[in-house]
């Protein structure tokens, strides 16, 4: 049964567009939550979390919102660029437990 | 600072024979984990090692896979035998802080394990 949800397996957004990306979770007992960047042979390189103290995070043009009565949460990038071309993990944890929990992935394509 | 390394960055081996599969993390980090990706699906957890001991091995397909820490340093991986179904992408990470699981996790750039 998976934890963590990515219902979309890709998205295409015009280069300078708002880019979202989705994950559904269901398991309450998450407190924080990850967005892990994902270039072609390379390892997934950490982007962006909140804890579930909060219900939204921002890092220049990457924000997460969190919303923990729907159990959803979203990665926006604004505005988007060609090396934002990727794909994007979602990943979840809880406190006493070190072990990431991963969505399967959406691949991001931002067209020029 | 080096990052996480991994070796080999691929191998293809036929089903029955052995591999094992090297992780160096960055220095002075003492958790290391192992994840696999399997056929393009979610990242899935392995283990953990706090030093050289296995905090948390829950993940563990079966016992035809062993990992080791010793010296709590690098880290090896062996499947033994290989199986069709252990194919896939393994990651291996780093963190440094001993308390919690909100420490950032660095990944190195996995190994790619076929099994004819």
């Known amino acids: 049964d998976q934890q963590v949800k990515q219902n979309s397996p890709s998205l295409s957004v015009q280069e300078g567009r708002i880019s979202i990306l989705n994950c559904d979770y269901t398991n309450s007992m998450f407190d924080y939550f990850l967005w892990y960047k994902k270039y072609p042979a390379e390892g997934p390189t950490f982007l962006i979390s909140?804890?579930?103290i909060k219900d939204k995070n921002e890092d220049g043009r990457f924000t997460v919102f969190l919303n923990k009565s729907a159990k959803h949460l979203s990665l926006h990038i604004v505005p988007s660029q060609p090396g934002d071309s990727a794909v994007y993990f979602c990943?979840?944890?809880?406190?006493?437990?070190?072990?990431?929990?991963w969505g399967a992935g959406t691949k991001l394509i931002i067209k020029p | 600072e080096a990052g996480v390394t991994q070796f080999p960055s691929h191998s293809v081996i036929e089903k029955g024979q052995t591999v094992t599969l090297r992780c160096d993390p960055i220095?002075?980090?003492?958790?290391l984990y192992w994840y696999r990706r399997v056929m393009g699906k979610e990242i899935k957890f392995l283990l953990h090692?706090?030093?050289?001991?296995?905090?948390?091995e829950s993940g563990m397909p079966n016992n035809r896979f062993l990992a080791e820490r010793t010296g709590g340093t690098y880290s090896t991986l062996k499947v033994q035998p290989a199986e069709l179904e252990d194919s896939g992408v393994y990651f291996c990470a780093s963190s440094h802080l001993l308390a919690g699981s909100t420490d950032t996790q660095y990944f190195g750039p996995g190994t790619r394990l076929t099994v004819l």
């Open positions: 990943a979840a944890a809880w406190d006493s437990n070190y072990q990431l929990i």
């Open positions: 090692f706090v030093k050289e001991s296995k905090q948390d």
């Open positions: 909140i804890s579930s």
């Open positions: 220095s002075g980090h003492d958790n």
